[in-house]
């Protein structure tokens, strides 16, 4: 029966595919090393598409409260999601959180705007703070300090189309506004 699947599969190959260069029917052996190869092929493109961007295409902004801004890159192969997320106000920890230790994220990403979430210590969003006026400067400090105040332990969190001022620690799932998911962490 195999040798009647192969006989099938070369006169197909032979009526709608590009014939072999050479006049030699092909042989099983080699068909399913081509198969093989083309297993490796799909698996490195799907490794290649779950990888993260390196620090050349993309650029992470975790600004201070004066202003400036540091780059991190991404140059670890392990990466870790927050579970669950958390928001929290300027004296809560940083970081990678889980259901032992609760620190606010600093790798958010709104899946709305598909834009890293910027965020400033003892600031609070003016209420006068609108969408267009984050599309347009997010996530330059110099450009959004207009519409942000000084005040002692808060965090400002702003997207292109969302903004939250938090002084207490919360958990994001409770904000369904937010469309804000943790975008992995280096460990």
Not at 19 to 44: F, N, W
Not at 105 to 130: A, E, G, I, N
Request: charged share 30%; aromatic share 8%.
């Amino acid at each position: 029966m195999a040798d009647d699947l192969d006989d099938l599969l070369d006169e197909v190959e032979g009526k709608f595919c590009k014939k072999p260069s050479s006049k030699a029917p092909v042989k099983s052996t080699q068909r399913s090393k081509k198969k093989t190869d083309l297993d490796e092929d799909i698996s490195a493109i799907i490794d290649d598409v779950d990888e993260e961007p390196s620090h050349s295409t993309i650029t992470n902004f975790q600004t201070t409260t004066n202003g400036n801004e540091n780059k991190s890159s991404k140059c670890s192969s392990s990466f870790r999601k927050c579970f669950p997320v958390y928001l929290g106000g300027s004296s809560s920890k940083m970081g990678a959180s889980s259901s032992i230790t609760q620190k606010s994220c600093d790798q958010l990403r709104c899946t709305s705007c598909d834009f890293k979430v910027v965020f400033f210590d003892d600031y609070v969003w003016h209420s006068s703070c609108d969408y267009l006026f984050l599309r347009n400067n997010v996530p330059d400090f110099q450009k959004l300090k207009s519409k942000l105040k000084k005040e002692k332990g808060t965090r400002a969190y702003a997207c292109q189309c969302k903004w939250r001022s938090i002084k207490h620690q919360l958990e994001l799932s409770t904000d369904h506004e937010l469309n804000w998911v943790c975008g992995k962490h280096t460990t």
